[in-house]
């Protein structure tokens, strides 16, 4: 079954900083774009990144440019994303995603997602 | 920025009935939009893509219609496990500068 495993994620002081991961398992990881997905408690879905295949590619909402960066190792099978200069807006859970089974574009396998809570 | 704004914001029915929800962008995503189901506690599981094309696995139930700014999603006779929140998504940027809509709650009346 194609899986995607989101870790890293808990408590982090404003201004600090974390690493979320993400492992892929039972797909050909290197062969698709990669994204991340957050939401706030309560909130809707707000794209965060994406990264190309290769990663030569990465895109980001205005609202983290500069302040977060979307990698992966294909060799690992793994997506990461590292978040700086965390604020509290950015509390919410992080799911890793991506396109394999149907055309275009939409995100048709999910993580379970990891929570990410920016706290003094 | 593209924005998509879904109504109504929460959809109040009894299982069986028909609903309809209802998603417009504020300019044309041509049919790269998709919806989305989430349940509490869940990741989004994706029902429709390039509009109207149902995803693997989903009841055909449901469908969605529409282009350009103006799509839905119909479920033609709710079920228990329909009751949760639905999200639009486009995907027409390029580069790649995905939106969602802020949902649509489908509750038990």
């Known amino acids: 079954e194609m899986q995607l495993v989101e870790s890293g994620g808990g408590l982090a002081q404003p201004g600090g900083s974390l690493r979320l991961s993400c492992a892929a398992s039972?797909?050909?990881?290197?062969?698709?774009?990669m994204n991340w997905v957050r939401q706030a408690p309560g909130k809707g879905l707000e794209w965060v990144a994406s990264?190309?295949?290769?990663?030569?590619?990465?895109y980001y909402v205005d609202s983290v440019k500069g302040r977060f960066t979307i990698s992966r190792d294909n060799a690992k099978k793994s997506l990461s994303l590292q978040m700086r200069s965390l604020r509290a807006e950015d509390t919410a859970v992080y799911f890793c995603a991506t396109k394999i089974l149907e055309p275009g574009d939409a995100f048709d396998i999910w993580g379970r997602g990891t929570m990410v809570t920016v706290s003094s | 920025e593209i924005v998509l704004t879904q109504s109504p914001a929460t959809l109040s029915v009894s299982p069986g009935e028909r609903v309809t929800l209802t998603c417009r962008a504020s300019?044309?995503?041509?049919?790269?939009l998709a919806w989305y189901q989430q349940k509490p506690g869940q990741a989004p599981r994706l029902l429709i893509y390039?509009?109207?094309e149902r995803a693997t696995g989903i009841p055909a139930r449901f469908s969605g219609s529409g282009s350009g700014t103006e799509f839905t999603l119909s479920i033609s006779s709710l079920q228990s496990e329909d009751f949760a929140v639905y999200y639009c998504q486009q995907y027409s940027n390029w580069p790649p500068m995905y939106t969602f809509g802020q949902g649509t709650k489908v509750e038990i009346k």
């Open positions: 390039g509009a109207f």
């Open positions: 039972e797909f050909s990881f290197s062969s698709y774009w």
């Open positions: 990264i190309k295949e290769n990663g030569s590619e990465k």
């Open positions: 300019q044309s995503v041509s049919s790269n």
